[in-house]
């Protein structure tokens, strides 16, 4: 790195352990600043522009504090060469880190009160010189001390909403979740759009070449690159307000969608995110061309009352807990399925649901803890084009005044919990089934009805009913290895025996084609309904009573997409 002489005001280079104790200075940038070229050409008079009296004064104060070296980095770095800028870029924040003592120079500060006005504070760069250096001294207008890091750390904490523990570098760095280290970010600027991610190296620790001109892209990178060291899932606590359902962009397009995690939390004092994996850690996930591939258990939210809110998948990130909110609060994101196995980012940011305010919102989380891979999709018409490929599914609701759930499917990675609805690539002699269960809360009735789909005819049957040995059909669909791969009709027959010859006895429903109110993106539709009642099963669970007066009367719905 390059050093200015603070006796002579001439430049020289160190390297590595051969560089000397200095004193580095943290400003923005005006008009009329000392550039690399005016220090080093004969026949310019740099001592003539009007940012020299930056450098007079920063070596000034220097030499007052012992240090006979400075570094400023309008002139210490040769901006004309892309790898010195690449080099100096990368190493910022250890150099800002290892200095003896960082200057502040605050050029609109006059009298204390006015320090939240700053501009300092507004600008990207400058975070990284706020938390780096371990000893800071402030100055104002006329380079007038007003005070170290530690006498005015109310008043920076206050400003910038970080933590008086990660000012003082109490809290490693190392140690705090990607979104809060974000969320800093958020409302800073930078002249150039590619500084708003390179800015951020030193706090992640990491390392990319430098590429002017992509733009927005550079965030992307930086997001990409830290979740090839981390697997910390707040990088993906942010939420962009687009006013558009359809916004499934996995990344954020610039720290300011991070804003959102410091407006929720603004009293932050604690972040956990270790307890929220499939076995009590964080989940490993890589980035892959299809999107991120994760080993996770999916919470799912439905709502007993369809007009009381919308189904989600939930993937939980974080626990994080405040001084206004003692228990941890968790937030996840929304995902929506769209097919085996793949999911597409609903574009929010949820505070997840805990057991104090359920009310009228149950919460299950999936069996399957396999691999999910969360689409990287970033537009529109991509999300429409992927829902038009999803050619045959099969969706099944029971409509009655008591309360259904279903309790288990197979295969569950072809099962979307939030729609009741079977995505169907595999051939049609694979069998897909479902267990749905009627609650009738006034009489205590628990009935379970079993839903074996059969596709292997042209009117595509199902078949419907919880037969005598129903136990053992349950037992046997809805085992741990059938969640992934379905087992074909031959092996239904081969486990259960005759009861299936029998099934497919049970009734014939003649479909009608045709369903006024199905989506425009299904080409065609085949509906199939059945009345049930209760009184129609003679094979109730043991202990079973019906209610007195009107028996309770549901209908099955089920939809074929083709």
Request: hydrophobic share 40%; glycine share 6%.
């Amino acid at each position: 790195m390059r050093l200015i002489n603070a006796k002579t005001q001439t430049l020289d280079e160190f390297f590595d352990s051969a560089t000397p104790p200095y004193a580095i200075l943290s400003h923005t940038w005006g008009d009329g600043e000392v550039r690399f070229q005016d220090m080093m050409a004969p026949s310019s008079n740099p001592q003539g522009l009007p940012g020299f009296s930056k450098i007079e004064e920063t070596c000034r104060l220097a030499l007052a504090h012992g240090l006979e070296w400075a570094w400023v980095d309008t002139c210490c770095i040769d901006k004309s060469s892309s790898a010195e800028l690449t080099e100096a870029i990368n190493s910022m924040f250890r150099w800002y880190q290892n200095a003896d003592l960082c200057l502040v120079f605050l050029f609109d500060l006059d009298q204390l009160s006015d320090l939240p006005e700053c501009r300092w504070f507004t600008r990207g760069w400058t975070l990284q010189e706020m938390l780096a250096p371990a000893r800071i001294e402030f100055y104002n207008q006329t380079w007038t001390s007003i005070g170290t890091k530690e006498l005015l750390l109310p008043q920076l904490s206050n400003i910038t909403g970080i933590r008086q523990a990660v000012l003082t570098g109490a809290a490693s760095l190392a140690n705090l979740a990607v979104a809060e280290k974000m969320s800093w970010a958020a409302h800073r600027t930078t002249t150039r759009s590619e500084d708003a991610a390179y800015c951020l190296f030193g706090l992640f620790d990491v390392n990319m070449p430098l590429i002017y001109g992509e733009g927005h892209h550079a965030f992307r990178r930086l997001q990409e690159e830290i979740i090839r060291r981390s697997n910390d899932l707040t990088i993906f606590a942010w939420e962009h307000n687009t006013g558009s359902p359809w916004n499934h962009n996995l990344f954020a397009t610039s720290p300011r969608d991070f804003a959102v995690y410091r407006d929720k939390f603004p009293d932050l004092t604690h972040m956990e995110s270790r307890d929220l994996g499939v076995r009590g850690v964080r989940p490993e996930y890589t980035l892959t061309n299809s999107g991120l591939r994760l080993d996770a258990r999916l919470e799912v939210q439905t709502h007993f009352n369809s007009e009381s809110g919308e189904d989600n998948y939930l993937l939980k990130l974080v626990s994080v807990s405040t001084p206004s909110q003692p228990h941890n609060s968790t937030l996840a994101i929304t995902l929506v399925k769209i097919g085996a196995g793949l999911f597409l980012r609903r574009g929010r940011l949820l505070e997840a649901i805990t057991q104090e305010n359920v009310g009228s919102v149950y919460h299950r989380t999936t069996t399957d803890p396999h691999v999910i891979t969360i689409s990287l999709s970033d537009n529109h018409s991509t999300t429409l084009a992927r829902l038009r490929n999803l050619e045959r599914s099969v969706k099944i609701s029971l409509k009655g005044s008591d309360v259904n759930l279903v309790s288990y499917a197979m295969p569950e990675n072809l099962w979307d919990w939030t729609t009741g609805s079977f995505f169907c690539p595999y051939s049609d002699f694979h069998v897909s089934a479902a267990l749905l269960n009627i609650f009738s809360v006034n009489s205590f009735v628990h009935v379970p009805i079993l839903v074996v789909i059969d596709r292997r005819g042209g009117s595509s049957p199902l078949l419907v009913d919880w037969v005598t040995d129903g136990d053992k059909w349950k037992a046997w669909l809805f085992q741990e290895r059938h969640a992934r791969e379905p087992p074909t009709w031959d092996d239904l027959r081969y486990q259960i025996g005759e009861s299936v010859d029998s099934l497919s006895q049970f009734v014939t429903w003649k479909p009608s084609v045709g369903d006024p109110d199905r989506s425009p993106l299904m080409a065609s539709a085949t509906l199939i309904q059945r009345d049930i009642s209760l009184e129609d099963f003679q094979d109730l669970p043991p202990g079973t009573q019906l209610p007195q007066g009107q028996v309770p009367r549901y209908e099955l719905v089920i939809k074929i997409t083709r």
